[in-house]
């Protein structure tokens, strides 16, 4: 049980760290506004993964109960979509832009409201829930509702810890992501070959 809590709070961490919407929002209104908007920028999107957490504990729970040959389905779609995200990623451009031009001053309210908003209105993270955390089950004897939500809350307090830490950070490293044009390719493979990774650490437990 712990080496699978630890395995997948590693994995988030390299999720975390690895450069996506979610944390080049909360690195830009850092830079714009300064570090306590982009500390509210990160509890709002935090926030919002309770609710896929819940969306996730209660819906899949029920489907993993009915048959196990479903809960291998459910693995290699999440493994198959993690890969189709490391393609995706692969295909994209290198470029990373952090324009402060015409860019409003928001209050730290409106700031996580606005992560909040964006994270539970955005499908893709429910898929990505669904994909990442039935792979890192981790109990016969618990419930599956129980194990989404411990899954769920080491996903926040670890993405917290790393969100907080590129808020408070922002400023060095917006000005080594402007001072090297090679930023953006090296960010673009260390994000290809972390989702190619999970993918097949999901196949592999």
């Known amino acids: ?12 961490s390299m999720l975390a760290l690895s450069p996506g919407p979610d944390n080049i ?13 982009g500390l509210a920028t990160v509890f709002g999107l935090i ?15 029920a489907i993993i109960k009915e048959s196990e040959s479903v809960y291998l389905t459910i693995k290699i779609f999440g493994a198959v979509y993690l890969l189709y995200l490391a393609y995706k990623v692969y ?5 990373i832009e952090l324009s402060q031009n015409n860019i409003p001053k928001k209050s730290t309210l409106q700031l996580f409201k606005q992560g909040f908003i964006m994270n539970v209105l955005n499908p893709k993270v429910t898929i990505f829930f669904l994909a990442f ?28 810890v790393i969100f907080s830490g590129i808020a408070i950070l922002s400023g060095k490293i917006s000005e080594k992501i ?4 090679k930023i953006g390719f090296y960010l673009k493979w260390m994000q290809v070959i972390v989702f190619t990774l999970i993918a097949f650490l999901i196949l592999y437990k």
């Open 1 to 12: 049980m712990i080496e699978t809590l630890f395995s997948f709070a590693l994995a988030t």
């Open 25 to 37: 929002f909360v690195l830009t209104e850092s830079i714009v506004n300064g570090i306590k908007y």
């Open 47 to 61: 926030s919002g993964c309770l609710i896929h957490t819940t969306l996730l504990a209660f819906g899949v729970s």
């Open 91 to 95: 295909k994209s451009d290198d470029n």
């Open 133 to 160: 955390f039935p792979g890192f089950l981790f109990s016969d004897q618990l419930s599956t509702v129980i194990q989404f939500y411990v899954l769920g809350l080491i996903f926040m307090l670890v993405s917290l």
């Open 178 to 181: 402007k001072l090297n044009n």
